[in-house]
């Protein structure tokens, strides 16, 4: 029997993913299957309302495995590791093999395209994949154990796995050129200031203080969390006049829910009392 390498633990509405691919936590094909696979699941689970990321073990993920392909690299090309690796091969044809336009990025945009919040807690180095894999999340709590780095340019590789998109919009264009083209190490507390990470906390407080902070996310109502998350992602390519025609139907859509109308006659009942403020 393979060997588990993401557990899954429930915290009432808040669903921990614990990668445990040791020693490393290196993102092979089998735990970058499992963990799309997982949140596919919780995507239409509507008693699952947040996922955490978390790590069983010291880094949080050091991205693609190299000793993994090592050898078979010498007579094979990255899309063919890539698809025996994530075993796709037979569910390809063999113009979908040569031709790859995405290869890794199908799971990226499965990933991207997770609609509930999705929250990280980095206590360890998280590198090259395993910054785009922290980077996809919406908010990144760390520990002061977290080390972030591109680390493609060490081993005279270009960035993959969405960097080149997400880390300019995370930090900006100069420090993201910085950090894909020197590979440096960055810290914990110099990663909150970049825009890397959301908060520092207490590496033993880490993993409740972001299975804490996604309870109070689960507690709202899910529609308008999942549309809020739908509509921030989107801004990212599309104009004002663009947003606002998203905005103004799926507003519509929320207002019309059954959560949303309770709220609603909530705060109406408040405010005939006088303490709608409160």
């Not at 993913?17 to 993102?27: H, K």
């Not at 050898?71 to 063919?80: F, I, N, P, Q």
């Not at 977290?146 to 005279?156: L, M, N, Q, S």
């Not at 996310?217 to 663009?242: C, I």
Request: charged content about 25%.
């Amino acid at each position: 029997m393979a060997r588990q390498l993401l557990v899954r633990e429930r915290h009432g509405a808040v669903l921990e993913l614990r990668m445990d691919n040791p020693p490393y936590n290196g993102l092979t094909g089998p735990l970058l299957v499992e963990y799309v696979a997982a949140l596919a699941e919780a995507r239409t689970d509507d008693t699952v309302r947040a996922v955490v990321t978390t790590s069983a073990v010291p880094t949080w993920c050091a991205g693609g495995d190299l000793s993994e392909i090592a050898e078979e690299a010498v007579t094979a090309g990255l899309s063919d590791l890539l698809h025996a690796s994530t075993k796709e091969t037979p569910h390809l044809s063999l113009a979908e093999r040569q031709a790859d336009r995405l290869g890794v990025g199908r799971y990226i945009l499965a990933i991207d395209g997770f609609e509930k919040p999705l929250i990280a807690a980095v206590g360890g180095p998280a590198a090259g994949g395993g910054l785009a894999l922290a980077l996809l999340h919406d908010v990144r709590f760390v520990s002061d154990r977290a080390v972030f780095t591109t680390a493609f340019t060490r081993i005279g590789l270009s960035l993959e796995m969405g960097l080149s998109y997400l880390l300019p919009r995370a930090i900006g264009p100069q420090a993201a050129f910085d950090l894909a083209v020197t590979s440096r190490r960055v810290p914990a507390d110099e990663a909150v200031s970049l825009g890397l990470a959301w908060r520092l906390v207490p590496h033993d407080e880490l993993a409740a203080t972001a299975i804490g902070y996604a309870a109070e996310l689960a507690e709202r109502a899910p529609l308008g969390v999942q549309l809020a998350k739908r509509l921030l992602r989107r801004s990212w390519d599309h104009r004002f006049e663009d947003q606002l025609e998203a905005e103004w139907p799926w507003q519509a859509a929320a207002f019309d829910s059954p959560d949303s109308r309770a709220a609603v006659a909530e705060f109406a009942r408040r405010a005939h009392k006088g303490d709608a403020g409160s």
